[in-house]
């Protein structure tokens, strides 16, 4: 889901809204946790799956799509499964469906929707979806939201996504909750909440979401849906951006810059901008460029030490802030991207 929805709003910033997660690092895949290497034990799974057994059918799956990761073919690990392992993978797939297994019904929803190993459907990625769905599977749940929001495979509907995006979050997905809180935010497809709103991306962002994080410290430093506080947007903001998020990185800058809610600090303020336009977020390079000529040239060469030391001292100011391995994610978003935005437009 590549579309940015861009929304203006009268503070002192354009509200550049591109959810993706609310990007989620989390994998949705359930791998067997056995890396597979024992070849008894593979075929003791294969043995399993050929007696119709629908977990070990899903499982057999799964350890074809893994194949890159555990069989140590150099080409594979470039390129990940090959056609022949994605095949594989359908078969069995479609084998643990066909008997209810929601796993299965899931990652064949996502290989349609992906055109992974097959030609790109969104009718079939939403039939499965759907099948998941209805068995309480929360990703299957949101990733049917966003098929309702965009019409793909189904027609538009904005109250259908709505209510897929909520059950999703009901069920504790971050990034449903994230998706939810979205549409509270717009107003799309439910009336305009900001406190529901506030409410859905705390709870994304209490399970760790950059996304939710970052939208949730925006909603504080406007005072939407909760009391404006400046000090608890600076908290949220450096949680998302310790993460690597790039548009939080931007934030945080920006009110290191400022000197809202926390002090006025050029040198982290150039630090952060630098750190969110080398991860490709440019929105603040102009605020950058401002700022370095507020700088001393000790204090450019004291941020430009702190970004040559970032690979193994973390965030700027000496913390341990080393960005996580992140997973591929499986779960769609409302729209796709790195959240609020407080950087003035130009």
Known sequence: MNSQLRLSYSFLARLLFVAAVCVTVQSEYAWPQSEWSNTAVSSKLQSQADQGDAVAQYNLALTYLRSSLTKGSTNRATNGPTDEDYQSALKWLGASAAQGNAGAEFLLGYLYEHGKGVSRD???????????????????????????QHGQGVPKDMSEAFEWYRASA?????????????LYYRGAGVPRDYKEAARWFRAAA???????????????????????????????????????????????????????????????????????????????????K?????????????????????????????????????????????????????????
């Open 290 to 346: 401002q700022v370095s000529h507020l700088m001393t040239r000790k204090q450019v060469d004291e941020a430009s030490s702190l970004l040559a030391a970032f690979s193994s001292q973390g965030e700027p100011g000496g913390a341990s802030a080393a960005e996580p391995a992140r997973m591929p994610t499986l779960q769609q978003t409302s729209d796709g991207g790195s959240g609020f935005s407080l950087v003035p437009r130009h």
């Open 170 to 182: 009901q069920h504790g997905n971050s990034v449903g909750q994230c998706n939810l809180a979205t």
């Open 206 to 288: 209490d399970s760790g979401s950059a996304e939710a994080q970052n939208s949730l410290a925006v909603l504080y430093y406007k005072g939407l849906g909760v009391e404006l506080d400046y000090r608890e947007a600076a908290r949220w903001l450096r949680r998302a951006a310790e993460q690597g998020l790039p548009g939080a990185e931007t934030n945080l800058a920006y009110l290191y810059e400022q000197g809202s809610g926390v002090p006025l600090n050029y040198v982290a303020a150039y630090t952060w901008y630098s750190r969110a336009l080398a991860a490709g977020d440019a929105s603040g390079a102009e605020r950058r």
């Open 122 to 148: 969104y009718g079939k990625a939403a039939e499965n979806y759907r099948a998941a769905a209805l068995q309480g599977h929360s990703t299957a749940e949101n990733n049917l939201g966003s098929l309702y």
